[in-house]
């Protein structure tokens, strides 16, 4: 079975920092994309990052510059480093592997509060 | 950025009954459109991929269709465990992969 489990959540003020990890079973993961996507309280989802199995790295205009994903294809995990955290950051965030071009499974999300 | 549209936000039916959700994309996705379900407490599930593919183990009720701009999801005759949010997706233009806000299928 695919699994991705998320870690890392917590609360933290604006301007703090988080380092949230994912490790995922059930398929090879170097073959594939790994995304994370998050979705802020009543909103819909929103995609924050990308990493290929090339470690090519995308990012969203709204994060580009605060967040750094990356991988390491040794321990199946893929990681999200969130600094210059802002109160607009408050989501839940999932670990997303893409298959077939889509987004294919999703982990449960991990909650990410950041509030003064 | 390709912004979606969903249409209606909230959809209030019965079971049994035929839903029809709307999504509209701001310029042409061609096929590279899919769908989710988002079930309270669950992670989404991808239903249909590539405009009309349903995804492994969805259920033949679930179709989705549409080109272009323009694409419907339909499920044939509601069951309890339909009642969620949906979200249509596009991958033809990214980054950014874009979602819609959704619409919220609840029981009338």
């Known amino acids: 079975e695919v699994q991705l489990v998320e870690s890392g959540g917590g609360l933290v003020t604006p301007g703090g920092s988080l380092r949230l990890s994912c490790v995922a079973s059930?398929?090879?993961?170097?073959?594939?994309?790994l995304n994370w996507v998050r979705q802020a309280p009543g909103k819909g989802p929103e995609w924050v990052a990308s990493?290929?199995?090339?470690?090519?790295?995308y990012y969203a205009d709204s994060v580009r510059g605060r967040f750094t994903i990356s991988r390491d294809n040794a321990k199946n995990s893929v990681f999200l480093q969130m600094n210059s955290l802002r109160v607009e950051d408050t989501a839940v965030y999932y670990c997303v592997r893409l298959y077939i071009n889509w987004f294919d499974p999703w982990g449960p999300g991990t909650l990410v509060i950041v509030s003064p | 950025e390709i912004v979606l549209t969903q249409s209606p936000a909230t959809l209030s039916l019965s079971p049994g009954e035929r839903a029809t959700l709307s999504c509209r994309a701001s310029q042409s996705v061609t096929r590279y459109l899919a769908w989710y379900q988002h079930k309270p407490g669950q992670p989404p599930r991808l239903l249909i991929y590539?405009?009309?593919n349903r995804a492994t183990g969805i259920p033949a009720r679930f179709s989705g269709s549409g080109s272009g701009t323009d694409f419907t999801l339909t499920i044939s005759s509601l069951e309890p465990e339909d009642f969620a949010v949906y979200y249509c997706q596009q991958r033809y233009s990214w980054p950014p992969y874009t979602f819609g806000q959704g619409t919220k299928l609840e029981i009338k």
């Open positions: 990493i290929t199995n090339n470690y090519y790295t």
């Open positions: 059930g398929f090879t993961f170097s073959n594939y994309s």
């Open positions: 590539d405009a009309s």
